[in-house]
């Protein structure tokens, strides 16, 4: 098996594993009011959406795969912009969410974003900006997930909601700095396939 049929499979792997937990998490934070549910929910709808659009262009030519890679980079932001929604209205509410659900969902979104993350990382430097950002996706939901599992303890301590919503702004500023440098490597695909034609 080649590295491009590899990664295939690996990609359809993940973008079935977030899908799944996309739904069950969303769930979670509707029901108990979390922010930083709320943004790992939508990151993990926005790493199936990232790793279905890299799978469609595996066979296209460098310099339009350079191209989409721009685009994801701008995807990876879409999070962001709910999740501050969010934290705002949370920071009205002052609510603090669950803490053993929280700390509990959390758990499981790590399970699933470690095992994505270890299946992308072995492509991570081998196929550009689209295998970057597919690899950075999962890395900083590990990340991410972590986070949330102390937010989770540190509410149980406090009663305090400022713990999730920190998380939830954190996500966001991992998700900035993941656009920041897929958008970077796409630049000098973009440049280096302008330079060969």
């Known amino acids: ?20 937990y996309f739904g069950l998490e969303f769930a979670m934070a509707l029901k108990i009011g979390s922010v930083s549910l709320f943004a ?28 989409l890679g721009i685009g994801l980079a701008l995807l990876l ?12 209205r949370q920071f009205l509410t002052s609510h603090a969410p669950a ?14 974003n470690t095992c994505c993350a270890l299946m ?6 081998s ?11 999962a890395r900083n939901d590990v990340l991410a997930n972590l986070a949330i599992i102390v937010a989770g303890l540190v509410i149980a301590v406090t009663s305090s909601a400022w713990p999730d ?3 939830g702004l954190g996500i966001f500023v991992l998700n ?16 280096a396939a302008d330079a060969e034609s």
């Open 40 to 67: 790992d929910s939508i990151d993990f709808l926005e790493d199936a959406s990232l790793n279905g659009l890299i799978l469609l262009a595996l066979r296209w030519r460098p310099t339009n795969r350079a191209r």
């Open 120 to 125: 992308l990382a072995r492509f991570r430097r």
């Open 1 to 20: 098996m080649n590295v491009n049929d590899a990664f295939t499979r690996a990609l359809k792997r993940v973008v079935s594993l977030n899908l799944l």
């Open 99 to 112: 803490p053993v659900p929280l700390s509990l969902t959390g758990a499981g979104a790590l399970l699933v």
């Open 165 to 167: 919503l920190i998380v």
């Open 127 to 137: 196929g550009g900006s689209l295998t970057r950002a597919a690899f950075l996706s």
């Open 77 to 88: 932001l879409a999070p962001g912009i709910a999740t501050v929604w969010t934290a705002y």
């Open 176 to 191: 900035l700095d993941a656009a920041r440098e897929v958008l970077a490597a796409a630049r000098r695909e973009l440049g």
